[in-house]
């Protein structure tokens, strides 16, 4: 069984940073795409960031490309979103996912998924 464990959430000025954190059990985890999703109260759940199994290709949501990093650490099964310049819009539950399509964006490309973790960005 497949469980992720999301860790780093919190709460943080507007222009400050976060690093979330993702550890996975239970898996081939260097063999999944992995990626982050947030949902915010009232709203649907959107793509944040994704990275491939070998760390070589990434992508990004418009709304937060050139702020957040996501990386992975396939030695150590955990994948971290880097979050910086953080806006109050940023604020919303992060959830982390794996798949196993090559490239995924979607929230349907995804089969396991984590419990979420509350960011919360004051203005």
């Known amino acids: 069984q497949v469980q992720l464990v999301e860790s780093g959430g919190g709460l943080v000025q507007a222009g400050g940073s976060l690093r979330l954190s993702c550890a996975v059990s239970?898996?081939?985890?260097?063999?999944?795409?992995m990626g982050w999703f947030r949902q915010a109260p009232g709203k649907e759940r959107e793509f944040v960031a994704a990275?491939?199994?070998?760390?070589?290709?990434?992508q990004y949501a418009d709304s937060v490309k050139g702020r957040f990093t996501i990386s992975r650490d396939n030695a150590k099964n955990t994948v971290y979103v880097q979050m910086d310049s953080l806006k109050p819009a940023d604020t919303a539950v992060y959830y982390c996912?794996?798949?196993?399509?090559?490239?995924?964006?979607?929230?349907?490309?995804?089969?396991?998924w984590g419990q979420g973790t509350q960011v919360t960005v004051s203005s």
């Open positions: 996912a794996g798949s196993r399509y090559s490239v995924a964006t979607t929230s349907r490309q995804y089969v396991y």
């Open positions: 239970g898996g081939s985890f260097p063999s999944y795409t």
């Open positions: 990275i491939s199994w070998s760390g070589g290709g990434t």
